[in-house]
């Protein structure tokens, strides 16, 4: 039996952090084989920060305005990376999307993101009022490779969820994080059992 270390992981957050935090929990539970090095926003007033804090955790700002260009963003964001020495970039609530090739192709197949909604269905923003809005019955939660697409890498995993009687977007949206913090923290855990082998539009898991 090979025993394999924890992923080391890097949170990129912008928001409150639910994501993030309920990854942590499942960490500090054993039900997610992790550790997360350090937590990146691009907002210095991000909920997330401080949550990071109390766990003990690194916390980086990189925010757009102290760089000329995305590009030059995403390689101080590289840059981190690399000195924390993570294994996997976990996007939760990052609300800035990574262009740079440099980064993208350094950890390619090690970026995720979390999706509100059963891509390719509701791409983008506010996929859960755009759900709401077209009357949807069912939606759910995506979590697929960072490529340079938006919101259309490999997709690793998918749970759908019963919108059908949600009377507001609010409700689809409360329904579908319940569904996210279960989740994402599975996703993160398996890449301590093994890797994603993409084969076209397709990701494999193989365990190690």
Known sequence: MVIMPKVSVAV????????????????????CDAQIKVLISNKSDA?????AKGYGIATEIVERKSFKTREMMDERIKALL????????????????LKSKKLIDAYRGKIINIHPSLLPSFPGVDAQRQAFDYGAKVSGVTIHLVDESLDAGPILYQEAVYIGDCTSDGDVSERILELEHQSYAKVVHSFSKGRYVVEGRRARFVPY
């Open 12 to 31: 990129l957050a912008s928001g409150r952090g639910s994501n993030f935090q309920a990854i942590q929990d499942a960490i500090a539970r054993g039900e």
């Open 47 to 51: 909920g997330a920060i401080d949550l």
């Open 82 to 97: 690399d000195s924390y020495k993570v294994d996997l970039v976990v996007l939760a609530g990052y609300m800035v999307v």
